[in-house]
């Protein structure tokens, strides 16, 4: 196992993140740290940083590099973006940076930063054809994706903190900041004519802007869950939200649940070109994604080689990486995996499922039993804690939450949707039960751990269903432990059940 740091110095944060990763195999995310330093700030037409903030992001790299020491790290990668790229004062800042903390920095080009970005949301998104915006302190960056490749990227000067600083002078702003705002924002769209509607592509957007929204909406529609990455926000409440910000003074901004102190004096300029990026490409929702420059610049080291460093598949991928994090026992999981979904298959006729579930039976078979890393007492319980809060790339939070809830419900006892019922639509408490039946035979037929159990043979008959067991060995116990176990195949199914050699 290799450990990095990433260390990215942008127009208004300052962050480090400490990946642990295997090439090409697994990798976790195991700290992370920011800081708040405002480099964009005061920057006026000469393009000089300015003191006070050059001071702030030199005192706050030092920790950072402090910090890797203090982790004994493999390696420092460490990028700035657009308030050092346009500097007029760059080469000084550079070496007063290298002289104080031993860093060099690299400046990203604005198409090195939408590149980077766009490397770390289709690596972690299931995005196929889409734009991406991501924005920061002093630009923002925009791409469009064609089968999953990078076919135009951009970066213009609309980060929050230069808006900000150039348009807004009045607390709350006044219409007129606000039309002027808006006029800018179009003059600079319409320099990049790619960037407009040309179909039903998805918009997938990135950084704390992006976040801060997703957080305000989820706040407000009670959420039942405290997860971004891949949370769907409605052009209609993007824009809702951006109109109620935008009427709302400082202190009372800081007052909104799920929008932090250090953003309310930036948040109006970023709704607002949010909204304006969603009228552009005519989307009607847009696609939040927690990952982004930072985690593109690890996909390079992660997938050294790889040219591309695309992740073939990121659902298939997340599922392994997620198993392999929690040191599943991987023969054992995709012996069950396999007998599910020859239960699956034989039993089509009763339950009519297609594809889409088969995928999500085949993901919960593979991690039903991570929450032994917990403890084995109630480790369907932990499975499912473990699922919830962990980064499961490719998926939505619907699907998410129903592999959860079939790991949750693979060993005993009736459905419980654990307090995930929000997240779930019409038909899925049924779905659970019927692939949870599904999930906790094959658990059973595999007791022993041993594969004793080859495979299965299923036949409907009008009252029952006979499931014939072909076995290499004594299959006496996994036998024995699946017929006790099949209540909740005869409630989901209405059909008693037969389990033989």
Known sequence: ???????????????????????????????????NVRLAHAI????????????RAVETLQMFTELARALNLDAILAVTTSAVRDAANQTAFLAQ????????????????????????????????????FDIGGGSVELSLVRGRGLAERTSLPL????????????????????????QYIDAQLDSVP????????SLVGVGGTVRTLAKIDQAAQKYPIDRFHGYTLPAERVKEIAGRLSKLNRAERESVSGLSSDRADIIVAGAILIRKLLERTNAKALLVSGQGLRDGLFYEQFLVG??????????TFAIENLARNYHYNMVHADKVRQLSLELFDQLHPLHGYGAWE?????????????????NYYDHHKHSLYLLMNSALGGYTHRELALIALLTRNHRKGSI??????????????DRIARLSALLRMAEYLERSKSQVVQGVTCQIEKERVVVKVQAVGNATVEVWDANRRTNLFRKAYGLDVLIEV
């Open 358 to 374: 088969r995928e999500l039976l085949a993901a919960g078979a593979v991690l039903h039993d991570i929450g032994v890393a917990v």
């Open 306 to 315: 790889a040219k591309p460093p695309l992740i073939s598949n990121v659902r």
């Open 159 to 182: 980060g929050t903190v230069r808006l900000t600083e150039r348009l807004i002078t009045s607390d709350p702003p006044s219409k007129s900041e606000i039309k002027a705002l808006e």
């Open 1 to 35: 196992m290799q450990q990095v740091g990433i260390i990215d110095l942008g127009s208004n944060t300052a962050r480090m993140v400490v990946m642990q990763y295997q090439p090409h195999h697994s990798f976790k995310l195991i700290d992370e740290v920011k800081e």
């Open 194 to 201: 790619w960037f407009t509607s040309v179909g039903s592509l």
């Open 97 to 132: 940076m290298k002289e104080r903390t031993g860093l060099r920095l690299r400046v990203l080009s604005g198409e090195e930063e939408a590149y980077y970005g766009y490397l770390g949301v289709v690596n972690s998104l299931d995005v196929q054809d889409g734009f991406i």
């Open 44 to 55: 006026g037409d000469d393009n000089l940083l300015q003191a006070d903030p050059i001071e």
């Open 416 to 429: 419980n949707t654990a307090g995930l019922q929000g997240l779930l639509e019409s038909g899925d408490t």
